[in-house]
């Protein structure tokens, strides 16, 4: 018998951020698209990230706000979690979610192939089905693999009777757990740390470095950490993880001293960072050029063999899915002939803490190191109408602009919601704005993005509500 084959222009390997994003603008351009996924429309983003952890996030902080007592003057009594209704509200979401992908997918005249791709070389790639292997041919290959988390080999994913797990159980635990270790201080152990927190959990977070979030500057971290403290949320840094004990109900870490400390948890979630999905679908067969353990891109994302493309989480840092989406975007539009590069001003990073910090472009720190002169200013939220009337004075903007010119390089922020701000931020730093532009900008009042016009006007020296 021979294998079905279908030719195709464009195949997409993966249909997470990147691989459905390039997918839709590629048939939007007229080009004839197949994608694989072997999991779920919508990747890890939408059925096991971005949007579930969110999701969970918010449902936490109602919980917070309902049982937190007297609240601004209002109290409730009687509040019930019935955890099993909050996991399927969350997943009604998801579902609305990748249910849309599917239904944009179809609606642009992609053809959407479910199973695991292998590849076999360049043009040609191997999707199990259920009445045999089909062969796809193309003329283009866009990798959009994405990542998987990190193992600690010592600590496997399992391990414990099930007590160690990765962020995709620990967005559907169906209890709360009584003692939960996260193991690292980073985006997901803080975001996840806190919501189960607030949901009613003893969380203890143990993280490697002295410091939490030790990616970003300490300045933005503080209200983080000293929310944390304020939460009940126990930190033991500069900690390193031995192992489950020898009952296997506890973790055991050494402090910084040496001494050994036993944990007891009924869960522990490991959230050490994640890494590209470079194995398991025969990308070795092409033996592309790799950059550490991610594909290598060029600014058009073309990997190191023609007409192979690689985008999104598979080619490494920042593992973001906006930069996910914006580089399948672009991909499809260099395939159709456009002269597109990759090369944003920035790509704005978001932490879905309590507060939230942003972070666009450089910081002071960064800025000098790439040989800019900057002057930098910040303006607390503390002296904003607007974070006083939503109870969240905790935070500040800050501005990094040229010295010379004023050019705006770079924003950061800590505070309640201020993940919006990321879209002014990006804006400015896209649009080459400078300080005046943004001072100058009528801002409505009351709202945070006041705090960004007048950390603009604070950085010019004449800010009015400081
Ligand atoms: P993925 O989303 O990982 O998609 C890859 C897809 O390819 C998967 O569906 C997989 O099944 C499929 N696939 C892989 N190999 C094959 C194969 N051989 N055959 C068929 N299919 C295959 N990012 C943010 O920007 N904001 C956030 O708030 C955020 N929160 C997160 C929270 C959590 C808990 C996690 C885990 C991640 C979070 N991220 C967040 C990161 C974000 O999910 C990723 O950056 C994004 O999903 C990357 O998109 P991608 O398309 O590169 O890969
Ligand atoms: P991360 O890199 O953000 O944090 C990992 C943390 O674990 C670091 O602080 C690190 O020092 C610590 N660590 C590493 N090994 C350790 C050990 N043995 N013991 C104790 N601590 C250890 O990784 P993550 O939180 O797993 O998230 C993975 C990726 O997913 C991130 O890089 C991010 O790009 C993406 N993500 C993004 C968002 C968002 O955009 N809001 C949310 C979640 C995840």
């Known amino acids: 018998m021979t294998m079905a084959t279908l030719t195709t222009h464009l195949l997409v390997i993966g249909g997470g951020p990147g691989g459905y994003v390039a997918a839709i603008r590629a048939a939007q351009l007229g080009i004839q698209t197949t994608l694989v996924e072997g999991v779920a429309l919508g990747g890890t983003c939408l059925n096991v990230g971005c ?3 969110k999701a969970m996030i918010h449902a936490a902080q109602a919980y917070a706000h309902a049982t937190h007592g007297d609240y601004m003057g209002i109290s409730v009594s009687g509040v019930q979690l019935d955890l099993a209704k909050t996991l399927s509200w969350k997943n009604g979401i998801v579902a609305k979610l990748t249910g849309g992908v599917g239904a944009l997918l179809k609606k642009h005249g992609v053809k959407v192939v479910n199973g695991w791709a292998q590849l076999i070389d360049g043009k ?6 259920p009445d045999g292997p089909l062969k796809i041919q193309c003329q283009h290959l866009l990798l959009a693999n994405g990542s998987q988390e990190v193992e600690l080999p010592f600590l496997p994913f399992g391990a414990g009777g099930g007590r160690v797990v990765s962020s ?3 967005l559907a635990f169906t209890e709360v757990p009584k003692q939960l270790v996260v193991i690292g201080a980073g985006y997901i152990g803080l975001e996840l740390g806190t919501a189960w927190r607030k949901l009613g959990a003893e969380v203890t977070v143990v993280e490697a470095q002295p410091r939490i979030l030790p990616a970003y500057d300490a300045e933005l971290v503080k209200p983080v950490a000293a929310s944390l403290a304020k939460l009940g949320v126990h930190t033991l840094l500069g900690h390193r993880v031995e192992g489950l004990n020898a009952a296997g109900d506890a973790l055991t870490v050494r402090d910084p001293q040496g001494g050994l400390i036993e944990l007891p948890a009924d869960k522990i979630l490991v959230a050490v960072g994640r890494r590209p999905r470079t194995q398991g679908w025969g990308l070795e067969r092409l033996m592309l050029d790799m950059a550490g353990g991610a594909v290598k891109i060029d600014a058009q994302c073309r990997t190191s063999m023609r007409d192979v493309w690689a985008i999104g989480d598979l080619t490494g840092e920042p593992l973001l899915a906006h930069r996910a989406m914006a580089q399948g975007e672009m ?7 456009q002269k597109r590069r990759f090369e944003p001003a920035s790509i704005p990073a978001v932490c879905f803490t309590d507060p939230e910090i942003v972070v666009a472009g450089h910081t002071p720190a960064s800025a000098e190191a790439a040989g800019f002169k900057v002057k930098s200013a910040m303006f607390p939220f503390a002296a904003n109408g607007r974070a006083l009337s939503l109870e969240a004075p905790e935070g500040f903007v800050r501005v990094v602009a040229r010295a010379d010119n004023h050019l705006i390089v770079g924003w950061q922020a800590v505070g309640a919601a201020v993940s919006e701000l990321s879209a002014s931020f990006g804006l400015s730093l896209e649009m080459g704005a400078r ?16 705090a960004v016009q007048e950390a603009c006007l604070r950085a010019l020296g004449h800010a009015l509500h400081i």
């Not at 991909?331 to 002939?337: D, L, M, R």
């Open 435 to 450: 300080l005046e532009d943004v001072a100058h900008t009528i801002h409505a009042h009351p709202t945070l993005g006041e």
């Open 124 to 129: 040609t790639v191997e999707v199990a089905q």
């Open 51 to 53: 949007i579930p952890s």
């Open 168 to 170: 995709t159980e620990a």
């Open 331 to 337: 991909v499809a539009e260099v395939i159709a002939g």
